[in-house]
């Protein structure tokens, strides 16, 4: 078995550098560049998280691979949402359809039978849960649309004391869902929102006193708008909130029928860069202990788009938000959704892996939590990111081909450390020893198809067993001195243990 695996390896290998089937690919060189002398971020150790909109059918447990993973429970809905705790006076109905309300439907009720087993199902997948509450509660519509007036934290406050008498363990509380800036649906101003933040983390420390696991307090769940957080973020400083989230849909609606264009267009998905290094700006100046996360993302808003958000083509506008966040110090990013809509994870029918699900598994298995700097030189088309190594020594380099017509060989250097040795000496072998080998993980979309729903791992396509068994993620081995041929269309993971990043010792 092992010499059939190494021989398809070789074959495999050799059609990268030939082309393979596209005989018309062109190959061009280039450098990418990684500085090992220094972190320049890092992220939380379970940096993909994933997020349920309510809950799906019971049958999804694929979640345990990534184990521990975050799972933030909240969405659209979560702002009328009230919880079953005896203390609203009404029956708990659930959410009925209705047009003449905000976001179609009608206020809805968690029962607490029903909040006992979803964290039955928490404890049993070890996932870190985190819990959207509604930040609506006692507010009064105002003439600009938005709402005012003090949250009511009272029924949120009897959810937070159940929830803890139960023993029942949240990773974090989060007040609101889009309502920072102008607002999805509708807004609250930042000053009010601020003294809300203040009162959850309030009745937080009161109910967890003693207790020496706290959940975090996050906020706002919405989308970045540099004022309004500001404005939250200075007047909750020094560690009154502990997370700022904020939600990522920069392709637009999933109707679109340009999603395709906009993934593999270079200068578009940079458009992200100035989000992330505000909001990083923000946190170091504001004197404040909270971190960010991309709280909910899912590309294209109003459920994706079938075909394009959950097939192979979404892995790259994916992983480069992966790979960009995680350079601007975002601790965790958390992907809309696990399963439902068109940009599930999992496949809503058949509860297989989409191919984010596999490049995510992949992400949390090679990717530490040290961020480098990594840069490319050659063609724009070459995204290029880099962590220190997972649970191994060395750096894992991601490479993603944005091009349909070359292939890049790409040479691996070390930046800074060995600058006044460049002209002495090859760069491409400068950083590694004698006789190294590196581990490549080459994603590809089966049949050539951008839109396919099954990934193939350096040739052979990922697909779950009968009985939903991940199939193994194997590397193939190469020699490091070789560059690394990053083909058309197509994504790059590869762990070069011999690389010498002072800053992953």
Known sequence: MEVRRFLGGLCFLALLRLGGAAAVAVAVTGVAGVDGRRAIAATDEDFVCATLDWWPPDKCDYGTSFSPLKLRLGGSLQDKLVYGTGDGGGPCTPFVKNTSEMFGFTQGCLPLHRWDELNAFFQKSG?????????LNGRVPLPDGSMGGPWDYTNAASLIRYTASKGYKIHGWELGNELSGSGVGTKVGADQYAADVIALKSVIDTVYQGNPSKPLVLAPGGFFDAGWF???????????????????????????????EKILNPSYLDGMVSTFSNLQGILKSAGTSAVAWVGESGG????????????????????????????YDTKSYCRQSLIGGNYGLLNTS??????????????????GTKVLSATFSGTNM???????????????????NLSGNTTS???VTSEGAHANTVKKHSRKTRHLAAGSMREEYHLTAKDGSLQSQVMLLNG????????????RLEPVKVDAAEPIAVAPYSIVFAHIPNFSAPACS
């Open 460 to 471: 052979r396509a990922l697909v779950a067993g009968e009985n939903g068994e991940i199939p």
């Open 230 to 260: 500001t404005e939250v973020i200075v007047k909750t400083r020094p560690n009154l909130l502990n997370v700022v989230t904020h939600h990522i849909y920069n392709l637009g609606p999933g109707v679109d029928t340009h999603l395709i």
């Open 127 to 135: 996932a870190r849960i985190v819990f959207g509450l509604n930040a």
């Open 382 to 400: 070459i995204r290029a990111y880099a962590h220190c190594a997972k649970d191994s020594p060395g750096i894992t380099l991601l490479l993603i």
């Open 300 to 327: 294209a808003y109003n459920s994706g788009h079938h075909l394009v958000t959950d097939s192979f083509v979404f892995s790259f506008w994916f992983l480069d938000q992966l790979g960009m966040s995680a350079k």
């Open 350 to 367: 058949t509860f297989q892996p989409n191919p984010d699900y596999y490049s995510a598994l992949l992400w949390h298995r090679l990717m």
């Open 409 to 411: 060989q790409v040479s």
